[in-house]
């Protein structure tokens, strides 16, 4: 079956920095452009950032450019999140997502249906 596993999460200082980790099987990795998203108590899931199938291009939201690098070991069938100089505005629970299609074309459809495949979670909090 379909699985995706988010790891790395946990409690950070602000202005510090935690790698997320995403192994996924089940399925052909290095088809699917994979995605992370993020959502926090009291609001909807929004999209963090975009990495396409062969890792040539990645996509990600103004709140955490120039912060955050998602990056892929399609070998590995992993996706990557670092995230450096956290803040407070950071803390949620963090999804990793598979793509419905197969070798996408766009980069810039983030939309939640566009994704079939989800992980667990994995909780950021930033301490102030």
């Known amino acids: 079956q379909v699985q995706l596993v988010e790891s790395g999460g946990g409690l950070v200082q602000a202005g510090g920095s935690l790698r997320l980790s995403c192994v996924g099987s089940?399925?052909?990795?290095?088809?699917?452009?994979m995605a992370w998203f993020r959502q926090a108590p009291g609001n909807e899931r929004e999209f963090v950032a975009l990495v396409k199938w062969n890792g040539a291009n990645t996509y990600y939201a103004d709140s955490v450019k120039g912060r955050f690098t998602i990056s892929r070991d399609n070998a590995k069938n992993t996706v990557y999140l670092q995230m450096n100089n956290l803040k407070s505005e950071d803390t949620a629970l963090y999804y990793c997502?598979?793509?419905?299609?197969?070798?996408?074309?766009?980069?810039?459809?983030?939309?939640?249906?566009?994704?079939?495949?989800w992980g667990q979670g994995t909780q950021v909090t930033v301490s102030s």
């Open positions: 089940g399925f052909t990795f290095n088809s699917k452009t």
């Open positions: 997502a598979a793509d419905l299609s197969d070798y996408r074309l766009s980069i810039y459809n983030t939309d939640r249906r566009m994704f079939g495949y």
